[in-house]
């Protein structure tokens, strides 16, 4: 099926710096979501994008849905332990409702 | 915010048996739900949109025999995976959308991880 490109996979930082990840698709989607998995639980939503070029923030995390609506990126800035967890990307065609993901960021991070 | 609850949080079952997967939303009525299954280190994959007080529709290469979906109320849908087998062993994830929300509205519950020996 459908798949988003999410990259990095994994990432290793010290404590305090930023970090950056992105989605890509071939396709357009009409809504990009970021989710953060922790371990043995269900995702949670983090942020919501619904139009192209929209910049939202959530706290120290900000996240962008592309122009082409084809991408967005979520940043977080000076991270803290309890930021350890998968990030997933999703994108949602209009009027299906399904949500597509992509394969996740894990992040990991130094004390 | 609304409150999706999964029973059990875990099960482990032999070869052949089958298993029920609950999913409740606790709060508000869902007249959709999603089934996922995830493979450890890997993403969520939708395995079949559950509708209230009609049939699944399941996600291409998802066997319908297999994973029975029954949405009999506003606030429960059950998944039962029937026959397991070992490569049926996955985290089962379902999350339930809100009906006067936003498209995107789904809340995810926190999994179920099912073993099968």
């Known amino acids: 099926g459908q798949q988003l490109n999410q990259s990095p996979q994994s990432m290793f930082i010290q404590e305090g710096e930023d970090v950056s990840m992105n989605c890509t698709s071939s396709s357009i989607f009409n809504t990009w979501l970021w989710y953060k998995q922790d371990p043995g639980e269900g995702p949670v939503l983090l942020i919501a994008?619904?139009?192209?070029?929209e910049l939202t923030s959530n706290g120290r995390l900000t996240a962008q849905f592309g122009i082409t609506r084809k991408d967005s990126f979520l940043n977080i800035s000076a991270s803290i332990p309890s930021d350890v967890g998968i990030y997933f990307c999703?994108?949602?065609?209009?009027?299906?409702?399904?949500?597509?993901f992509g394969q996740g960021t894990r992040l990991t991070i130094n004390p | 915010g609304a409150v999706v609850s999964q029973h059990p949080s875990w099960v482990i079952c032999k070869s052949g048996t089958s298993v029920k997967i609950e999913c409740r939303s606790l709060d508000f009525q869902a007249t959709t739900m999603f089934w996922y299954r995830q493979f450890p280190k890997q993403s969520l994959m939708l395995m079949a949109t559950s509708n209230e007080g009609s049939k699944a529709t399941y996600e291409q290469g998802v066997e319908k025999d297999k994973f029975l979906i029954n949405h009999a109320s506003l606030t429960l849908s059950t998944l039962t995976v029937t026959s397991a087998h070992p490569e049926d062993s996955s985290f089962y994830i379902c999350s339930a959308r809100v009906p006067t929300g936003a498209d995107h509205e789904q809340y995810f519950g926190p999994g179920t991880r099912l073993t099968v020996t």
């Open positions: 994008l619904y139009k192209a070029g």
């Open positions: 999703a994108g949602q065609l209009g009027g299906a409702q399904k949500l597509v």
